[in-house]
């Protein structure tokens, strides 16, 4: 396993080959690499800004989506994490093409079953207020971009009946989600637990979670969508700055410093051992 330089990095998943591809065109100097298990990520530069983007496609489905992000957390270290694709719009004001920024996310399967019926049992992430903010700013100067800020709800289901049970459930507990999709709590899930690590999930519409689904999948809006969640997700990094002390950031290291006989390592994180030697000349 090839283990990246210390750097600011920001984790930047897909579920999708699209998804990805729309991400991937905007990360120039692009380098492979492959954790131990298997899981590969492309670690390139973003121009104009401080961060390496450590870009990876994970695939399908929440539970999937919180194993492999936790796997690449504790491997690469990010600042944030952000999830990007596409997904399909809730609300009649929220049209294909929109661009959703999770305030919150939700997990719509929670609940309890009951001789009474479905007790649900909600479970909500926060997005990463800083991250939020930075997408409020950067989202002011992009004229081509539609951006909506509210929940959005996550479900092993695609949804393409407005009139289904789920689509019915939905409306009844969870009537401020905007959008709906397949990965995003599970990566919000993982980032909460493993400590300091920003997030927040982005998604372009492409469907209107509806009958239509498939007819708006032929006119390329999943390509369309993607782009304009990339292009959303490239202005949000260059808003935000890499933590203070990151190697890369504009303001002075707060890491390690030798001062002449000692090395303080006072606001740093340090991995691995250090051997002291004690000047006997004195």
């Not at 983007?53 to 944030?80: C, S």
């Amino acid at each position: 396993m090839t283990m990246p330089d210390i750097q600011p990095t920001v984790l930047v998943l897909t579920a999708l080959p699209l998804e990805y591809a729309a991400v991937r065109a905007h990360v120039k100097e692009r380098e492979e690499r492959v954790h131990r298990d298997g899981t590969r990520v492309e670690v390139g530069r973003l121009p104009g800004s401080s961060w390496h983007v450590a870009l990876a496609e994970l695939g399908m489905g929440a539970e999937r989506a919180g194993v492999l992000t936790t796997q690449l957390i504790d491997w690469l270290r990010p600042e944030a994490v952000l999830f990007v694709g596409v997904a399909g719009s809730l609300k009649d004001d929220i049209e294909i093409g929109d661009v959703v920024v999770g305030t919150q996310v939700y997990e719509i399967h929670g609940g309890k079953q009951t001789p009474e019926g479905f007790l649900v049992r909600p479970k909500a992430l926060p997005g990463s207020h800083a991250l939020e903010q930075a997408a409020r700013s950067a989202v002011r100067d992009m004229p081509g971009v539609r951006a909506h800020f509210v929940p959005i709800a996550t479900g092993d289901v695609v949804l393409a009946d407005a009139e289904s049970e789920i689509a019915r459930f939905l409306r009844r507990h969870y009537n401020d989600a905007g959008a709906i999709e397949m990965e995003g709590s599970g990566a919000l899930r993982a980032a909460h637990l493993s400590g300091q690590v920003n997030a927040l999930v982005i998604r372009g519409i492409s469907d209107r979670a509806d009958t239509e689904k498939h007819r708006a999948d032929a006119t390329g809006s999943q390509q369309r969508a993607a782009k304009q969640a990339a292009a959303v997700t490239v202005a949000v990094l260059h808003k935000h700055r890499p933590r203070e002390g990151s190697s890369d950031s504009e303001e002075e290291p707060q890491g390690a410093t030798y001062g002449g006989d000692h090395i303080d390592f006072r606001g740093s994180t340090f991995h691995g051992p250090v051997t002291g030697k004690r000047d006997r000349r004195r």
